[in-house]
Nanobody, 121 residues
């Protein structure tokens, strides 16, 4: 299982970025995929996920209303649209498979390199 996260960058507060998670060697469409992030000096936290069955989603409280997760099975890609970015969103973002429920996200691991998002004020 190999997932590649991309789309990170350096932006100012209030700007947007769209992260992409692309699979190699297998089809994403039946898998729940989620995004986690790790800020410098902090533990990794689950940000959002989308199920592989009914496309139900989960968002951690701090990103609700600003981030949107979606999937395009034809492109074998899951996206994380991040709007109104804040300095506290600065982190390395990872996408992984796992278990996604409306109440939470449990990653199955298989961490890739991640993509760095830096938000400056």
């Amino acid at each position: 299982v190999q997932l590649q996260a991309s789309g990170g960058g350096s932006v100012h507060t209030g700007n947007s970025l769209r992260l992409s998670c692309t699979a190699s060697g297998f089809a994403l469409d039946h898998y729940a995929i989620g995004w986690s992030r790790q800020a410098p000096g902090k533990e990794r936290e689950g940000v959002s996920c989308i199920s592989g069955t009914d496309a139900s989603t989960y968002y951690t409280e701090s990103v609700k209303g600003r981030f949107t997760i979606s999937r395009d099975n034809a492109k074998n890609t899951v996206y994380l649209q991040m709007n109104n970015l804040k300095p506290e969103d600065t982190a390395v973002y990872y996408c992984t498979p796992g278990v996604c429920q409306p109440t939470g996200w449990a990653t199955a691991g298989f961490w890739g390199q991640g993509t760095l998002v830096t938000v400056s004020s």
